[in-house]
């Protein structure tokens, strides 16, 4: 079995933030958000709602997106977050 990689992005309660991240294990990543295990960003902010998620077969695409995700604007995150997930719908609650 090859190991999957995933780009994600996050928001808290209000939709007022976005945080992206990538990483080789979403069902354990989105926990430690959801729990607050790791100080810091998503922590202060109360960010742990998953909202959007890509896979990919290997690190270097992840990351490569993750970027491209980071370096574009709010406006084109809500656009990508809203044609797969109208809703804004927790989607870790389907794992």
Not at 34 to 52: E, Q
């Amino acid at each position: 079995m090859s190991k999957q990689f995933h780009v994600y992005i996050l928001t808290n309660k209000m939709h007022t933030v976005l945080y992206t991240g990538v990483t080789s294990d979403l069902l354990s990543r989105t926990y430690q958000h959801k729990t607050k295990m790791v100080p810091g960003f998503t922590d202060r902010y109360d960010v742990n709602k998953l909202v959007y998620y890509e896979e990919f077969s290997d690190a270097y695409s992840a990351i490569s997106r993750e970027k491209q995700l980071k370096g574009g604007s709010r406006k084109k995150k809500i656009e990508l977050i809203e044609n797969a997930n109208p809703g804004w719908k927790d989607l870790s609650r389907e794992f």
